[in-house]
């Protein structure tokens, strides 16, 4: 397959690599994962899953220093593929910790890195353009600057095949590698299922890493157009004290259980401990028990599946039991505060308390010390003395005004105290007791004074208008109660009214209001909607200072709520205007209708004798010309005259229609109108 670089987004998961189980306290490798690579339980990392064109590599900030030797083990998983499956891992050295990824498939993780120390397990044979001069087995090699072309002088030892007995690794095994720096003889060997495959001797601090004091390691590896599951699990770094079992403390008595010396390549373990005494439960046991009753260390010593063994030990202090101690707390009254009890103990032992507080009971409080304390539970007892209350003869009811005796200062059970509020005859009363203090644990009380009585009932007054007269208030209410008013009546204001009722009758003051409306000013304005003479006159009333809705009248009309007048005869109208809340007054004006009589006749019956507009009779200036239907003057009058009776030389003229031309004055200047009228015999 062919070296693909790329450019790789790097999600960054740093997590804190813990050799072991739980219980197992290793120096932490802080380990990142980039690319395809995920962290897994026991001190594995997947570095690809099966699948394809994958890249991943996990990278540790732990320095390594070229001036001193160390081993590196761990174990080595390539899948289940051979044929079809690729492309294999590197463990590469550089000289900073910061993750990197090169390129996939035949560049296993590692092409392009540059700086670079490189142990390549390579598990495919690339041909072609790319063939990198790959073996047919699956090898080892050792390159540098991110090269993984064999036939290049960045090419420093190798190929060869990876392990001793098989062409291929791909073979659902974990496999050990051992990778190990001797800094005397500046040799780098290589071991693959506990032989030595590889060696590579050179200054490379130098030559490789610029002099640098310190270089990185990580795992990185990749997939193509083949793809097989690569993980590693490390055993072992020497560098940082891999297999450090944390030191332990555990309480006299108990038994500890969370001990995993575990490592992925031990093949068996044996346990020794400082004591004569048989505390291990299984010393062949990678995780026993362990129940020592005085402080021990305990030894073990780890066979790997090479044959190498490592021995590492922790201590555990046995601690005694203590018995938490506590103040004692004074007894409480009934309902008194309470403050917290304190979590933890004079002696130092932190826990909880059980029940919940209880201010109005005697309880007895159970301290449970915390899961880390060698410490038993114990117990605290608040006492809670009983309120005394103060007991008073009751007191029957009274009638309003009646008078109270003062209150007895001293309760029948001989409390001391004092009474509040102040004596009411007029209201049914609760009063409190308070103790004086230095009695003891006494409790406040009460005593409820009921003030009875009837309420006098009266009607309800309606509102008045201002000025509007206001009848005698009665001296006896409904209910048959006799009393008296004040203050006196007053139709001016709005004013409440208090009865007291005559002594000797148990009843209550009661309150009437009068409200009285004040009177409001109107205004009013009429005009004539229509021309002069119209056949349908109308008026429009305009109304001001006052509050709607309002009535209309028209002279000794009924009144109505439209403020206009439709079809008006006659001459002068006086209009009238009210609130309907009738809180008003009645303002009125007059108006008016300039019309003229549609016929007239001269019969002597007294009506209708006389024709004239009579509706400017009170203008001196008006003039009335009357003409026959050939437009011969027949008379000219003035408004203010009785009229024309229908006679010319002194004879009566025929019944016809005559017309007339009128002259008159406004308040805008002249005017003139003619029409006709009938003389009817």
């Not at 004092?418 to 009380?445: D, H, I, K, R």
């Not at 008013?485 to 204001?493: D, I």
């Amino acid at each position: 397959m062919g070296i693909c670089f790329r450019e790789v987004h790097i999600e960054i998961i740093s997590l804190f690599l813990i050799l072991g189980h739980i219980g197992k306290s290793f120096a932490q490798l802080n380990a990142t994962t980039i690319g395809s690579a995920s962290s897994q339980p026991d001190n594995c990392y997947i570095i690809t899953p099966d699948q394809l064109n994958q890249s991943g590599a996990v990278w540790f900030d732990n320095a390594i220093d070229l001036s001193n030797d160390f081993s590196i083990n761990y174990q080595v998983f390539y899948g289940t593929k051979d044929v079809d499956g690729a492309d294999g891992t590197a463990f590469v050295f550089k000289r900073t910790a910061t993750p990197l990824i090169g390129g996939n498939g035949g560049g296993i993780g590692y092409a392009g890195i540059s700086n670079s120390l490189i142990v390549e397990f390579d598990t495919f044979q690339n041909i072609g353009l790319f063939s990198n001069n790959d073996p047919v087995a699956d090898h080892i090699a050792i390159l540098r600057d991110g090269n993984p072309d064999h036939g290049q002088g960045t090419n420093l030892a190798g190929p060869v095949q990876a392990s001793a007995t098989s062409a291929n690794i791909e073979d659902g095994q974990d496999h050990e590698v051992k990778i190990a720096w001797d800094a005397t003889g500046q040799t780098l060997s290589v071991y693959f299922d506990c032989i030595l495959r590889l060696t590579f001797v050179e200054d490379i601090k130098n030559t490789i890493f610029s002099g640098d004091d310190s270089i990185f390691f990580g795992v990185v590896g990749s997939t193509g157009g083949l793809s097989n599951l690569n993980r590693v699990c490390f055993n072992s770094i020497t560098f940082v004290d891999n297999l450090t079992l944390a030191d332990q403390s555990i309480c006299i008595g108990d038994t500890l259980d969370t001990v995993d010396a575990t490592v992925p390549s031990g093949v068996t373990y044996q346990w020794s401990s400082s004591t004569l005494e048989m505390s291990i439960s299984d010393p062949n046991n990678p995780s026993p028990s362990f129940s020592p009753t005085v402080t021990t260390t305990y030894t073990v010593t780890i066979t790997d599946i090479c044959g190498e063994s490592i021995t590492e030990s922790f201590t555990v202090d046995v601690l005694p039991i203590e018995t938490p101690a506590f103040n004692p707390i004074e007894p409480i009254c009934e309902n008194e505060s309470l403050s917290a009890l304190p979590t933890t103990s004079l002696n130092g032992i932190t826990g909880s308390w059980s029940p919940a507080l209880d201010n109005t009971a005697t309880t007895t409080y159970t301290f449970t010390p915390d899961p880390n304390e060698c410490a038993t539970p114990t117990t605290l007892q608040i006492v809670v003395i009983p309120l005394t209350i103060p007991t008073f003869n009751a007191i029957s009811p009274i009638c309003p005004g009646d008078i109270i005796p003062p209150l007895p200062t001293i309760s029948n059970n001989s409390i001391v105290g004092s009474w509040s509020p102040a004596l009411n005859n007029m209201e049914t009363t609760t009063y409190s007791f308070t103790p004086a203090s230095g009695q003891g644990c006494v409790a406040e009380t009460t005593l409820t004074i009921a003030v009875q009585g009837q309420v006098p009932e009266f009607d309800p007054i309606a509102a008045l208008c201002a000025g509007e007269n206001i009848t005698a208030l009665p001296t006896t209410s409904n209910n048959g109660i006799v009393g008296s008013w004040n203050p006196s009546l007053n139709n001016s204001v709005t004013t409440v009214y208090t009865f007291t009722p005559y002594p000797g009758q148990c009843s209550f003051s009661t309150t009437i209001e009068i409200v009285i409306i004040p009177i409001r000013t109107l205004q009013i304005r009429a005009s004539t909607t229509t021309e002069n003479f119209d056949d349908n006159q109308t008026i429009e009333v305009t109304v001001t200072g006052g509050i709607a809705p309002y009535e209309y009248r028209l002279d000794d009309g009924p009144w109505q709520e439209n403020n206009v007048f439709k079809r008006v005869e006659g001459c002068l109208h006086t209009i009238t205007v009210r609130q309907v809340d009738l809180c008003s007054n009645s303002p009125e004006t007059s108006i008016t209708v300039l019309t003229y009589p549609k016929f007239f006749t001269p019969n002597g019956d007294q009506y209708n004798n006389n024709w004239n507009i009579f509706c400017l009779s009170e203008n001196p200036t008006a003039r009335v010309s009357i003409f026959d239907r050939y437009g011969k003057l027949i008379t000219q009058l003035s408004t203010s005259s009785i009229g024309w009776n229908g006679r010319f030389n002194n004879r009566d003229m025929p019944a016809a229609d005559y017309w007339f031309l009128l002259e008159y004055e406004e308040d805008d200047g002249s005017k003139t109108f003619s029409s006709h009228f009938t003389l009817k015999r």
